[in-house]
């Protein structure tokens, strides 16, 4: 059970048992009046935001959320197939739940499934991914001392910028929660 | 800006010291804070078998039994404590001007609040008489509007508080529909609050259902609150028995009496008084939008109890 003091962005709360993330939160008090605090909400399994402001002593249900780490197998058209590797069971997430993760996302990577009661719902990524590069624009000539980058192309499809001495072929450690270059990774 | 803050408070002394007001310090330890139904005080323990002091959540009721001993235009800028308030524009421990001026009234707070605001603008180092916030450029030259509570609501919520409406409503509505209507380019002083809304104030002579409470607001901050001080012991006295019955309703602790203040209230003369958040002002004037990025240090985090 939380209280109107836990609120805060990113707390994950049941409302009329479903479950919810706060995507945005303020803590409010009009001049001489009580505490309120304005919170966005955005449902977790249709996506949709809501808008509440809750008062001091307002009590919240955890959502009944639970991760459980998987195996990513493949994608077809009914969406993209993990399995448990403990347990062998499969489940399926559909293109827009996997959404940004997508573009990091390789066969056979180890990723955490937040499940919704028996209904997977989202994903998250290793913080840091290791991708190969398979397709670099060859012979830009530039000053690599200044920071200058240039696109790559991914093993998955994706492209990001990279510094001007990355080559194809290499192996790049990428941070998946800003989406950006690290370095090589070490062999 | 750890300077420019530095700076604003320096200003705002040598300017206050300039109009005759002396700067006072308050105990910041009391046996008894006002019962507000809204604020929670920290408690300070004192040592077994004695009862708890309070940390002041405003120096509101030493500074007016200063007034009622003869000091007429008196001022203390200092850190006040609040239980619970924690949030962008919030801190547990955070510093508070309170000035008081004698033979004055809630009009001449908000000429000192236009003043002020000038003032420190340009310690802050902004020119022109604007300041921009959140990439809003603010027309700070005096006046100030003014707009009553009554019409800010007939116009944002589509209702009319009384003198005593549904708490609940007002503060939502306030939060919710009032604050996020006000003009963006402009400080807006907000007066004439719900008689209920105003423990501590005086009610306006030509209109009883209101009280003569102030409220600046800049750039989406509540930036000062203030009064004409309710000069009458019995009326006060009644005020508070009701807020602290308020309190019990909702399952506060009881404060003890603030008897000092009460008896001094026989001898308080016509006086005003405003109380400032300093940074809240400073956030303002460095184009700051969390609280946190004014002071030296965020609150310290909880630790973990010591183990045995």
């Given at each position: 059970?939380?209280?109107?003091?836990?609120?805060?962005?990113?707390?994950?709360?049941?409302?009329?048992?479903?479950?919810?993330?706060?995507?945005?939160?303020q803590?409010?008090?009009?001049?001489?009046?009580?505490?309120?605090?304005?919170?966005?909400?955005?449902?977790?399994?249709?996506?949709?935001?809501v808008?509440?402001?809750y008062?001091?002593g307002?009590?919240?249900?955890?959502?009944?959320?639970?991760?459980?780490?998987?195996?990513?197998l493949y994608?077809?058209?009914?969406?993209?197939?993990f399995?448990?590797?403990?347990?062998?069971?499969?489940?399926?997430?559909?293109?827009?739940?996997?959404?940004?993760?997508?573009?990091?996302?390789?066969d056979?990577?180890?990723v955490?499934?937040?499940?919704?009661?028996?209904t997977?719902?989202?994903?998250?990524?290793?913080?840091?991914?290791?991708l190969?590069?398979?397709e670099?624009?060859?012979?830009?000539?530039?000053?690599?001392?200044?920071?200058?980058?240039?696109?790559?192309?991914?093993?998955?499809?994706?492209?990001?910028q990279?510094p001007?001495?990355?080559?194809?072929g290499?192996?790049?450690?990428?941070?998946?929660?800003?989406?950006e270059?690290?370095?090589?990774?070490?062999? | 800006?750890?300077?420019?803050?530095?700076?604003i408070?320096?200003?705002?002394?040598?300017?206050?010291?300039e109009?005759?007001?002396?700067?006072?310090?308050?105990?910041?330890?009391?046996?008894?804070?006002?019962?507000?139904?809204?604020?929670?005080?920290?408690?300070?323990?004192?040592?077994?078998?004695?009862?708890?002091?309070?940390l002041?959540?405003?120096p509101?009721?030493?500074?007016?039994?200063l007034?009622?001993?003869?000091?007429?235009?008196?001022?203390?800028?200092?850190?006040?404590?609040?239980?619970?308030?924690?949030?962008?524009?919030?801190?547990?421990?955070?510093t508070?001007?309170?000035w008081?001026?004698?033979?004055?009234?809630?009009?001449?707070?908000?000429?000192?609040?236009?003043?002020?605001?000038?003032?420190?603008?340009?310690?802050a180092?902004?020119?022109?008489?604007?300041?921009?916030?959140?990439?809003?450029?603010?027309?700070?030259?005096?006046?100030?509007?003014?707009?009553?509570?009554?019409?800010?609501?007939?116009k944002?919520?589509?209702?009319?508080?009384?003198?005593?409406?549904?708490?609940?409503?007002?503060n939502?509505?306030?939060?919710?529909?009032?604050?996020?209507?006000?003009?963006?380019?402009?400080?807006?002083?907000?007066?004439?609050?719900?008689a209920?809304?105003?423990s501590?104030?005086?009610?306006?002579?030509?209109?009883?259902?209101?009280a003569?409470?102030?409220?600046?607001?800049?750039?989406?901050?509540?930036?000062?609150?203030?009064?004409?001080?309710?000069t009458?012991h019995?009326?006060?006295?009644a005020?508070?028995k009701?807020?602290?019955?308020?309190?019990?309703?909702?399952?506060?602790?009881?404060?003890?009496?603030?008897?000092?203040?009460?008896?001094?209230?026989?001898?308080?003369?016509?006086?005003?008084?405003?109380?400032?958040?300093?940074?809240?002002?400073v956030?303002?004037?460095?184009?700051?939008?969390?609280?946190?990025?004014?002071?030296?240090?965020?609150?310290?985090?909880?630790?973990?109890?010591?183990?045995?």
């Amino acid at each position: 059970m939380y209280d109107s003091s836990d609120l805060r962005k990113g707390l994950k709360i049941a409302i009329d048992g479903e479950p919810y993330i706060i995507t945005d939160f303020q803590f409010s008090k009009p001049g001489k009046g009580q505490a309120l605090y304005k919170c966005k909400l955005k449902n977790m399994v249709t996506g949709y935001t809501v808008d509440r402001t809750y008062r001091s002593g307002d009590k919240f249900e955890p959502a009944n959320l639970n991760e459980v780490h998987m195996q990513y197998l493949y994608r077809d058209n009914e969406g993209f197939h993990f399995m448990n590797t403990i347990t062998y069971d499969q489940v399926t997430l559909t293109n827009d739940q996997v959404e940004e993760a997508k573009i990091f996302l390789l066969d056979n990577m180890e990723v955490d499934i937040l499940f919704f009661q028996d209904t997977p719902i989202d994903i998250t990524l290793p913080t840091f991914v290791e991708l190969e590069v398979t397709e670099s624009a060859p012979g830009v000539r530039g000053d690599t001392a200044t920071g200058a980058t240039k696109p790559v192309t991914l093993e998955t499809g994706h492209e990001i910028q990279v510094p001007l001495f990355i080559k194809q072929g290499e192996i790049l450690k990428i941070d998946t929660r800003t989406g950006e270059y690290v370095e090589r990774a070490k062999k | 800006m750890l300077a420019t803050r530095g700076g604003i408070i320096k200003d705002l002394r040598s300017f206050l010291s300039e109009q005759g007001f002396l700067e006072v310090q308050t105990p910041l330890m009391i046996n008894a804070p006002v019962p507000e139904a809204s604020i929670e005080a920290f408690s300070v323990f004192q040592g077994k078998g004695k009862p708890d002091l309070y940390l002041i959540p405003s120096p509101e009721i030493n500074l007016k039994r200063l007034l009622a001993e003869g000091l007429d235009r008196i001022f203390q800028l200092g850190p006040v404590f609040r239980q619970e308030e924690q949030g962008s524009h919030h801190l547990p421990e955070f510093t508070i001007l309170e000035w008081y001026r004698t033979g004055a009234d809630y009009h001449d707070l908000m000429s000192d609040c236009e003043a002020i605001i000038e003032i420190t603008a340009r310690s802050a180092g902004w020119k022109d008489d604007s300041v921009t916030y959140k990439g809003i450029k603010i027309n700070i030259k005096p006046t100030f509007p003014r707009i009553t509570i009554k019409k800010v609501f007939e116009k944002y919520a589509g209702w009319t508080p009384g003198p005593a409406p549904d708490l609940d409503r007002f503060n939502q509505d306030m939060v919710t529909k009032i604050e996020p209507n006000l003009p963006p380019d402009r400080p807006v002083f907000l007066m004439d609050y719900p008689a209920s809304c105003a423990s501590l104030a005086k009610l306006k002579a030509s209109d009883t259902e209101v009280a003569e409470r102030v409220e600046l607001y800049a750039g989406g901050l509540e930036i000062a609150n203030g009064f004409s001080e309710l000069t009458d012991h019995e009326e006060q006295e009644a005020r508070f028995k009701k807020e602290a019955e308020r309190r019990r309703k909702q399952g506060l602790r009881a404060y003890p009496r603030p008897e000092e203040f009460l008896l001094s209230l026989r001898g308080l003369p016509n006086c005003a008084g405003m109380a400032l958040g300093i940074d809240r002002l400073v956030m303002l004037l460095t184009n700051a939008s969390n609280i946190n990025d004014v002071v030296a240090f965020p609150p310290e985090k909880i630790q973990p109890t010591a183990m045995p």
